[in-house]
């Protein structure tokens, strides 16, 4: 394994030999891996702490790992919960308000919407003219619309 990571590491170090002119194997450049030091290779991949956490905790009953479980789930909700900014109370009456008004406005525009096309086809049933009318109409004002903004952009 660890003549096969160094090999594809050296793989990947090589240069390209310039146009036209032909590179002998000596001419190559091989990288200088130092045998000690911060950049030598270990040969294995570094396993992640999360892992090794995780073996380590496997002993046990079902009981257990799953008490355990839990608890660390509390613990770490718990800490998360110590680091979120809270908003002060004049913030969340504020945002309450802004969030109810939003809700009542989009309310009362859906309702007379709603109110808007009952009646037209209540109208539209006992007459099928009216409705024609006002479709046509509506259509016709969407294309107008569409291709206004089709110019603009």
């Known amino acids: 394994m660890a003549e096969k990571v160094g090999e594809q590491q050296e793989g990947r170090r090589r240069r390209r030999?310039?146009?036209g002119k032909k590179a002998e194997?000596?001419?190559i450049a091989q990288p200088a891996v130092p045998e000690k030091g911060i950049t030598a290779p270990k040969g294995r991949a570094t396993p992640s702490r999360r892992r090794?956490?995780?073996e380590e905790e496997e002993g046990g009953n079902i009981v257990t790992r799953t008490g355990g479980g839990l608890r660390?789930?509390?613990?770490g909700v718990s800490s998360e919960l110590k680091k979120v900014a809270w908003p002060t109370r004049e913030e969340v009456i504020r945002l309450t308000i802004i969030v109810l008004g939003t809700l009542v406005?989009?309310?009362?525009?859906?309702g007379l919407i709603s109110a808007t096309f009952t009646e037209l086809f209540r109208?539209?049933?006992s007459s099928p003219l009216i409705l024609l009318v006002v479709l046509f109409a509506a259509v016709g004002i969407g294309a107008?619309?569409?291709?206004?903004?089709?110019?603009?952009?």
């Not at 660390?72 to 613990?75: A, I």
């Not at 406005?105 to 859906?110: S, V, W």
């Not at 107008?144 to 952009?153: C, K």
Request: proline letters at 6%.
């Open 17 to 19: 030999p310039l146009l």
């Open 25 to 27: 194997p000596e001419q």
């Open 52 to 54: 090794e956490e995780e």
């Open 72 to 75: 660390e789930y509390l613990e």
């Open 105 to 110: 406005a989009g309310a009362i525009i859906l």
């Open 123 to 125: 109208i539209g049933l």
């Open 144 to 153: 107008v619309v569409y291709r206004t903004r089709g110019r603009r952009a």
